[in-house]
């Protein structure tokens, strides 16, 4: 078989697609199939069964909020991903509570998803709640004002800019929040 | 031994064969310059992270603009436009025949100018598709798919006029490249469009892995298995072991993308499909690289003096080790440290700069004083161009390692607040800048050398 495509280029390029296309569809077409919690939203109404909340479609304002966030290129140093390692579950936490661990119904609205590679900040996927608007405001306009040593840009001309600051704001603030995971409902707004 | 040394001279022989060229210029001239341009680029945005203020309050000179930029550039604009006009270069001396058509090369060649041109155009203003790799607007990919097709129609038309039956391992790699890049890029492209969530994810990843695993990788191999018993005037050690390392490729690479979401939000049974493939990428890369290391068995002495052999032998090196830590990563307990730290841009840089990249420099290096019919400008100056790359390049590899390395183990004691884990790298990063600059020095080196070629300013007699 591969002898022939040794001197037969139609019987190499035929080979070389039909190799590809039995691990291409395996891992791509086939695994939403398998697995329905990649396309099914989070729903949990009873406490026995763990962390309630439901996943819903962003607004239109966290809509434009998340354009910001994937024009300005966010998500090249923020993740969107509790991993199932203890260490992000704690340190992705907050006053006490550990971060649930991210799970793939809770994404199912996101296009372009944001889960990231790299973490030259912390990881977003649980933030909403976490900070306050005036605390976000600073933060945008100088980051280093509220955390020395940061090496975040600063982000002038969207602080300073009442309605992509607002919608921006809206999107952080859903993040992380279709399992509601914090006991006392502390969210800051 | 005769009969592949034949296949590897048998660019020598067709010397009825008239190559006019024109379309391996343009592609290798416009890519040395977005090397160069682009390069500005990478040394901006690694200063950014030693001076976070740098540029800052421009909107399209911040980092999340600039680095897309960095990445498309370099992936688009040099590497894959330089390992395009190789190809032109190698694909009918292979063949002894000459290109399908020129014509229709150069207008591949003008076409993939203006992609590049409208990626820098688009991406500075912040339309940014949100997808790693495939952050360029629809117009755009839909373009680089009619130039792509241009590209594969042209080359595959000139292998089916080839002179000689038996096909030479490159030939067999460049198809692959023709056809995986076709699907792999429409993955990433086209595909991510109609999903979602997780599924989209996984989409975007098989083509982010893909991305270097069947089209770089093929390409560059092509490349280091055409230019390596070139340069060195050594026949390949062995045809069939060629041939494993080739089909192994074909099979096992596409299975890995999941692995980019180790621990990550996506099924377990996905990610140990990845991860059981990811280890087996170790064969075709041991194939390839046994088989070039003992094409060089009682040849190592040309190192000293034969500057493209010792880009390439270099590279097949780092090909090597950053083969080897791919599939390391993909484990899980090593993925819980150096997943989404610095290791991992250590990583991809080793890949695309230290591996493939020095193939393609090293083809060009051999490729110009051939195609312009003119020596090199200056042997020297191409010599350190290959040193300040090299010394740049280590120092950026090992200090993102071992920075990222520490990073992870930080990252993993909860009681280090995140922020004193950015102020730890500062030293790292001031490194990494410093070994940027470096490099930069051997682009600047080696794009100025090809250009004084080019235009004719030779200080050497005519070979």
């Known amino acids: 078989m591969f002898r022939k495509a040794d001197t037969s280029a139609a019987w190499a390029f035929i080979l070389a697609t039909l190799l590809f296309f039995i691990g291409g569809l395996l891992t791509t077409v086939v695994p939403p199939m398998v697995d329905k919690s990649w396309a099914k939203p989070f729903k949990n109404a009873d406490p026995a069964k763990g962390i309630t909340g439901e996943l819903k479609p962003l607004g239109s304002l966290e809509q434009q909020g998340r354009a910001i966030y994937q024009r300005e290129g966010c998500w090249y140093c923020h993740t969107q991903q509790v991993r199932t390692i203890l260490a992000d579950t704690k340190r992705y936490g907050w006053r006490g509570v550990d971060a649930p661990v991210s799970t793939p119904d809770e994404f199912v609205f996101d296009s372009p998803h944001m889960f990231g590679t790299k973490r030259t900040g912390p990881d977003l996927a649980r933030v909403g709640g976490k900070y306050n608007e005036q605390w976000h405001r600073t933060h945008f306009k100088n980051p280093r004002e509220l955390v020395p040593g940061s090496i975040m840009p600063p982000y002038p001309w969207i602080a300073n800019n009442p309605a992509e600051f607002k919608a921006l704001l809206a999107y952080m603030q859903s993040l992380g929040r279709a399992k509601e995971w914090r006991p006392a409902n502390d969210y800051e707004k | ?463």
């Open chain 2, 1 to 463: 031994m005769l009969e592949q040394n034949s296949r590897a001279e048998a660019s020598g022989t067709g010397a009825a064969v008239v190559h006019v060229d024109a379309t391996a210029k343009w592609f290798i001239a416009s890519s040395v310059l977005y090397f160069f341009i682009v390069g500005i680029i990478a040394i901006v945005i690694a200063a950014k992270f030693v001076w976070p203020d740098l540029m800052g309050t421009t909107p399209w000179l911040t980092y999340g603009r600039l680095r897309p930029l960095h990445v498309n550039g370099m992936l688009f604009g040099w590497l894959l436009a330089a390992d395009m006009g190789l190809a032109f270069y190698v694909i009918p001396r292979l063949c002894g025949a000459p290109l399908w058509s020129e014509k229709l090369g150069v207008a591949t060649a003008v076409l993939w100018n203006v992609i590049v041109l409208g990626a820098v155009v688009t991406l500075l203003a912040g339309q940014n598709q949100g997808w790693e790799y495939a952050e360029l607007v629809p117009w755009l990919d839909a373009l680089v798919v009619v130039a792509w097709l241009m590209f594969g129609a042209n080359l595959l038309m000139t292998i089916a006029q080839r002179k000689y039956d038996a096909m030479y391992v490159s030939i067999w790699y460049v198809m692959g490249t023709v056809v995986w890049t076709a699907f792999v890029y429409l993955t990433g492209n086209l595909a991510t469009l109609f999903t979602t969530g997780v599924n989209q994810a996984n989409l975007n990843w098989m083509y982010v892995h893909n991305a270097v695993g069947l089209i770089f990788t093929p390409i560059g191999l092509a490349i280091a298995y055409y230019f390596i018993p070139r340069a060195s005037n050594t026949p390949l050690f062995s045809h069939k072991l060629s041939m494993v390392g080739f089909w192994s490729l074909a099979f096992v690479y596409v299975w890995t993308g999941a692995h980019h979401m180790i621990h990550g939000p996506i099924s377990q049974w996905l990610q140990t499909i990845a991860i059981a493939f990811s280890l087996m990428l170790l064969i075709p890369v041991w194939a390839v690289v046994y088989n070039l290391f003992a094409t060089m068995k009682g040849q190592w002495h040309q190192l000293r003096e034969n500057v493209p052999l010792k880009f390439l032998m270099s590279g097949v090196v780092f090909y090597l080790l950053t083969c080897f830590q791919g599939p390391m990563h993909s484990l899980r307990t090593v993925n819980a440290i150096v997943s989404k730290t610095d290791w991992i841009p250590g990583h991809a840089h080793m890949a695309v700069l230290g591996a493939f990249s020095f193939f393609a420099i090293a083809g060009t290096y051999h490729a110009v004083p051939k195609l312009w019919g003119r020596a090199l400008h200056s042997q020297a100056m191409a010599n350190w161009s290959y040193w300040m790359l090299m010394i740049g390049g280590l120092g950026f590899f090992v200090t993102l390692w071992l920075g990222g390395f520490w990073q992870g183990w930080q990252w993993n004691n909860v009681g280090i607040p995140f922020i004193d884990t950015v102020k730890a790298l500062q030293p790292v990063w001031l490194v990494r800048f410093f070994s940027g600059i470096f490099m930069f020095a051997g682009i600047v080196l080696f794009a100025y050398n090809v250009m004084a070629t080019v235009v004719g300013s030779s200080s050497e007699a005519a070979a």
